[in-house]
């Protein structure tokens, strides 16, 4: 079974710049999940998806950050302008229902 | 305030030796629990969860986890640790309340494995 799929692993971009991520969930899990892990810390939950539908978003930066899951299956996360602090490990995870969160390797974000 | 600490940041243990890793939780209701494993530059692997039942809850890689309702923890264990061990571990909680599913980290600890 295909794992969580992320792309780009790393990226480098200057603060004010825009950058986008990409997640392909595991095959027929309809919850989608973007953590962001900053340095020295544990993940934090961005945005949760149901199937295409956002269940909680509510520690999701609204002003810079968006995210989108067409179709319910793959899932784009955006920063736009970036900052120096959103410099971070991006995970995206997925599950099958109310069942354990499988991660993808991450996106590495640099801010400069 | 609902939180999930691991108290110690980093942990050092000679290759063979035991290992035990805390984590305790303050949530009003008994969330689900979790430990995962972070090698460098790679996601987050799950080690063991734990619902309910047994509180001696068996893993992956050696590794084994016991819940303790009266203390709010789950602490990892394992025997004898080898050099691949060498990772960042984190506790992680599902609260009952709240629904959606949502996963609640530790900082984590470091953990170092000396030859």
């Known amino acids: 079974e295909a794992g969580v799929a992320q792309s780009p692993r790393y990226k480098i971009i200057e603060k004010r710049q825009s950058v986008a991520f990409w997640c392909n969930p595991i095959?027929?899990?309809?919850?989608l999940y973007w953590y962001q892990q900053i340095l020295g810390q544990g993940p934090k939950l961005l945005i949760q998806?149901?199937?295409?539908?956002?269940?909680?978003d509510s520690q999701l930066p609204k002003d810079r950050f968006s995210a989108e899951r067409l179709k319910g299956v793959d899932s784009t996360l955006k920063i736009q302008p970036a900052k120096l602090e959103d410099s971070a490990v991006y995970l995206c995870?997925?599950?099958?229902?109310?069942?354990?969160?499988?991660f993808g390797p991450g996106t590495r974000l640099l801010v400069l | 305030a609902q939180s999930v600490t691991q108290p110690d940041i980093h942990i050092t243990v000679s290759e063979g030796a035991s290992l035990e890793l805390r984590c305790n939780y303050s949530?009003?209701?008994?969330?689900?629990l979790f430990w995962y494993v972070q090698s460098p530059g790679q996601g987050l692997q799950l080690l063991l969860k734990?619902?309910?039942?047994?509180?001696l809850v068996q893993g992956i890689k050696g590794f084994e986890a016991e819940f303790k309702r009266s203390q709010s923890s789950f602490n990892l264990r394992k025997p004898s640790v080898h050099w691949s061990d060498a990772a960042e571990y984190f506790c992680?909680?599902?609260?009952?309340?709240?629904?959606?599913?949502?996963?609640?980290f530790g900082a984590g600890t470091r953990l170092a494995v000396h030859p």
């Open positions: 734990y619902f309910s039942g047994d509180t």
């Open positions: 992680a909680v599902v609260p009952l309340s709240g629904g959606y599913n949502k996963l609640i």
């Open positions: 995870a997925s599950s099958s229902a109310q069942e354990t969160q499988y």
């Open positions: 095959s027929g899990h309809a919850t």
């Open positions: 998806f149901q199937n295409n539908g956002v269940v909680d």
């Open positions: 949530y009003g209701a008994t969330p689900y």
